[in-house]
C-alpha cells in the first residue's frame, strides 16, 4: 500500500448509524426476559454490541429527548422542555449546535429519516400551511432547523403508522400507503446503497415511530403473532394496577380496563416485533455491504411505556418503563460485546459518538462521554464510572396546566419533577403539574424493589441518608443547569 493510501485509510473515520423508536420501553426486548415479546434480531445484535442496562431518558417526552440528543443539552437549556405543540411557541432553536452539524462539518454526508418533531407546529403560523400540516405536524425546509443534516425525509408529529406521510425538500407532502417503520427502513437501505461505497464517511438517524400509540396500527401480520398469547396484565410486571373505568393512552376512560390493557399489551409487542424485522433489514443491508467493521451501530428509543405500571399509560414519569431505554452499540472489532450498569443519560450520547469518530466536542454540551469505556471494555473501567448519576426532569407542559400556574402568578418550569437516577437508586423530588400540589419526596432502592412498589417517602432528605447524598447531587445539576426548581 502507497504512503498516501496509508494516510487516506488513517483519515477514515466511522459510518454512525443510529436507530431509534418512539415510546419503546427498556423491558420489551427478548434478550431481557421481562415482556414476553419475541425480537430476535434485537437479540443477535445484543450478542454483538455492548448493552447499557441503566440507559436513561433525561426527559421522558418525545420533543425534550431529541433536542437533548441532537444537541447533548438538557431540556432547559435547550428551552425545549415539553412536546413541540399547537398553541405553544416552541422549537429546537437554530442556533443550537447539533451533532449534524459537527458531523457534517468533518466531512459526513449525514442523513435523517423518520420522526422529527423539533420544529414549531405550521398552525401556530397560520391555520392553513401550505405544506398540510395540522395539529402538532410540521414541514421543516432545508436549512438551519435541520440542525445539519443533508439529507432530510422527514416529518413533524404524526401518528397513523399505516399511512403516514413525509417531507423532502418541497412543502408537497408525499404521502404513503405503507407502515411507516418499514417504508422508512427502505429509505435508510437506499441510503446505505448511495453512501455505503464512497471514500466520504456518512452518519444516518433513523426514527421509528411505533411502538408509540395508537399501538394498534400495527400490521396484522405482526399482530397475528400474539393473538393467541394470553397476555394477563399481572403475568409479566408485579406493579401493573388495573383500574375501571381504565385510562387508556389517549386520556379517555374506558370500561372493561383487564381487556383493553390485554389489547394494548399485545398490539405493543407486536409493533416492537414489526421493529425487530426492520432493525434485522438494516443489519442484514450493512453486513451486505461490508460496512460493520466501518460503521458505529447503536439501537436505542427516545422514552419508555408505562403500559399500566402503577396504573399509568405512556410517559413523563420517573419510573423505569417510562425513563428507561434499550441502549445497545455495536462496532465491529472495535466495541467488545458485553453488558454493564454504567448509567448512560440522553445528554451522554452525542458526546460519545462524537469522541468514538475522534470529533472534537462543542463546548455547549452538558454531557459526557463514555467512549473511554467502550474502547477498553474493562472491568477497572466501569468500576470507575460506577458513581455516575443521570439527571431527570419534567415539567408541566399540558396548556391547562401551564394556564394553572399562570392564573395562580406563577412559573410553570419552577414545578414538575426533578430527580437523580443512579446504578441503584432513583430520588425523586415532586412538585407536581398543576398549582397547589403538595411537594414529595420519593427514594427507590431498585436493587430491593426493582418494580418500585415500596418508595420511601420523605419530608425531608435528611431523614435518610442516601436521599441526603443524592439531593446533594440533585443541588448541583440543578445550579449546572440554571433550574430555579426549588428544593
Known amino acids: ?15 454512525i448509524v443510529y436507530v431509534f423508536a418512539d415510546q419503546w420501553r427498556r423491558q420489551a426486548v427478548g434478550i431481557r426476559n421481562e415482556d414476553p415479546v419475541m425480537t430476535p434480531n434485537m437479540d443477535r445484535f445484543a450478542s454483538e454490541s455492548m448493552v447499557f442496562e441503566q440507559a436513561v431518558s433525561c426527559t421522558p417526552l418525545c420533543s425534550p429527548h431529541r433536542a437533548a440528543l441532537l444537541t447533548g443539552r438538557y431540556a432547559l437549556s435547550t428551552g425545549v422542555y415539553t412536546n413541540c405543540k399547537t398553541g405553544l411557541d416552541m422549537r429546537l432553536s437554530p442556533e443550537e449546535t447539533a451533532i449534524g452539524h459537527v458531523l457534517s462539518g468533518a466531512g459526513y454526508r449525514t442523513g435523517y429519516i423518520g420522526k422529527w418533531h423539533l420544529d414549531l407546529p405550521e398552525q401556530n403560523r397560520e391555520e392553513h400551511p401550505l405544506s398540510g400540516a395540522r395539529e402538532w405536524d410540521a414541514y421543516t425546509p432545508p436549512g438551519p432547523g435541520r440542525f445539519g443534516f443533508d439529507y432530510w425525509y422527514s416529518y413533524g408529529a404524526y401518528d397513523q403508522h399505516l399511512k403516514p406521510h413525509y417531507w423532502e425538500n418541497s412543502p408537497e407532502m408525499v404521502k404513503v400507503d405503507q407502515w411507516s417503520a418499514e417504508h422508512e427502513t427502505d429509505k435508510a437501505l437506499a441510503f446505505l446503497r448511495e453512501h455505503g ?18 399501538f394498534e396500527l400495527v400490521p396484522e401480520a405482526y399482530r397475528d403473532s400474539y393473538a393467541d398469547k394470553k397476555l394477563s396484565p399481572h403475568s409479566h410486571r408485579a406493579n401493573v394496577i ?11 376512560e374506558v370500561d372493561g380496563g383487564a381487556e383493553r390493557l390485554d389489547q394494548a399489551s399485545r398490539d405493543y409487542f407486536a409493533a416492537v416485533t414489526g421493529i425487530d ?4 433489514r438494516i443489519m442484514d443491508e450493512l453486513r451486505e455491504l461490508n460496512l460493520l467493521e466501518q460503521t458505529i451501530v ?10 399500566g405500571s402503577h396504573g399509568m399509560m405512556a410517559k413523563h414519569s420517573w419510573h423505569e418503563e417510562s425513563i428507561g431505554v434499550p441502549f445497545m452499540i455495536g462496532w465491529k472489532g472495535a466495541i467488545k460485546p458485553g453488558t454493564t450498569d454504567v448509567v448512560l443519560n440522553t445528554v451522554d450520547i452525542m458526546p460519545t459518538l462524537l469522541e468514538l469518530a475522534e470529533l472534537p466536542l462543542p463546548d455547549s454540551i452538558e454531557g459526557s462521554s463514555v467512549a473511554d469505556f467502550l474502547k477498553k471494555g474493562g472491568s477497572s473501567e466501569e468500576a470507575e464510572l460506577a458513581s455516575r448519576a443521570a439527571y431527570i426532569s419534567a415539567f408541566p407542559g399540558r396548556m391547562e396546566a401551564i394556564e394553572s400556574f399562570r392564573a395562580a402568578g406563577l412559573e410553570h418550569l419552577h414545578y414538575g419533577w426533578r430527580g437523580v437516577r443512579t446504578s441503584r437508586y432513583t430520588y ?5 403539574y ?12 431498585l436493587a430491593d424493589d426493582p418494580f418500585q412498589m415500596k418508595p420511601v417517602s420523605l419530608k425531608s432528605a435528611t431523614e435518610h441518608p442516601v436521599a441526603q447524598l443524592l439531593e446533594v447531587r440533585l443541588r448541583e445539576f440543578l445550579d449546572e443547569t440554571r433550574d430555579s426548581f426549588s428544593l
Do not use: C
Not at 388495573?242 to 379517555?252: K, N, Y
Not at 447503536?298 to 403500559?307: A, C, I, K, Q, R
Open 277 to 280: 424485522e426492520q432493525f434485522g
Open 197 to 214: 461505497g464512497k471514500q466520504e464517511p456518512f452518519a444516518l438517524f433513523v426514527s421509528w415511530n411505533p411502538p408509540h400509540s395508537p
Open 428 to 432: 425523586v423530588v415532586d412538585k407536581g
Open 242 to 252: 388495573v383500574q375501571d373505568p381504565f385510562l387508556i393512552h389517549t386520556g379517555e
Open 434 to 445: 398543576f398549582a397547589g400540589s403538595e411537594t414529595r419526596r420519593l427514594l427507590y432502592d
Open 1 to 15: 500500500m502507497k504512503k498516501e493510501d496509508e494516510g487516506m485509510e488513517e483519515r477514515r473515520k466511522p459510518n
Open 298 to 307: 447503536v439501537l436505542t428509543s427516545d422514552h419508555g411505556e408505562l403500559l
